[in-house]
């Protein structure tokens, strides 16, 4: 038997979906609270206003998010050591699990935030931000391990290529809404993949 999710999860499922429809602005107090089947008091129990809401929704998605690429690029540790070889297979395993999504991704709750940004607080801008830097550090470091066994055959600012993993990733999946194509994301993953593989293509001797 499946545990229904408790109120405060519940509370966040449903703003999430709300929000990834329609965006944090025209989604209201009174229709999260509709949907979950409490009062107005039920909801500030959980979260004072807005700005908490919207805090304790990055947190989730941004532990959701870490939890699945710790996931998938440990997968990928244990079928090769290779660093170069452990991204591609990384990578390929992210774009199957998008395109095998039934209805696609939802969205990406850190756009969503950053879109809106200015019905937040500093504490929220800064969590989005903070999200990202992340993810650009996690990144960062497997390219430089990687460029250690494979000189780049272009200069390459590794910042900017860790950006690209969330950038290409979230990218695809405004794509894949805008043009209401199931596997745009996971295509723009393939297509990165190919770049990577062509940026640190071992040199002839």
Not at 149 to 171: F, H
Request: charged share 30%; net charge negative; hydrophobic share 45%.
């Amino acid at each position: 038997m499946v545990a229904k999710p408790d109120t405060r999860s519940r509370i966040l499922d449903i703003a999430e979906a709300a929000v990834l429809e329609k965006g944090f602005e025209a989604t209201s107090i009174e229709e999260i609270v509709a949907g979950a089947g409490i009062s107005r008091g039920g909801f500030f129990y959980h979260f004072k206003d807005k700005n908490a809401l919207a805090r304790a929704m990055l947190e989730r998605y941004i532990d959701a998010e870490n939890r699945l690429y710790d996931d998938l690029f440990s997968r990928a540790r244990e079928l090769s050591d290779d660093p170069l070889h452990c991204m591609l297979i990384g990578l390929k395993l992210l774009a199957e699990l998008l395109e095998e999504m039934p209805t696609g991704h939802p969205g990406c709750v850190i756009a969503a935030t950053a879109y809106q940004d200015r019905l937040f607080d500093k504490g929220v801008r800064d969590l989005n931000r903070q999200a990202i830097l992340g993810w650009r550090k996690r990144f960062r470091g497997m390219f430089e391990e990687i460029a250690r066994v494979y000189e780049p055959r272009e200069a390459v600012n590794m910042d900017a290529l860790g950006d690209m993993v969330s950038g290409v990733a979230e990218g695809g999946l405004v794509l894949q809404r805008a043009l209401g194509e199931h596997n745009s994301a996971s295509q723009q993953i393939m297509l990165f993949r190919t770049y990577l593989k062509l940026l640190f293509a071992p040199r002839e001797a």
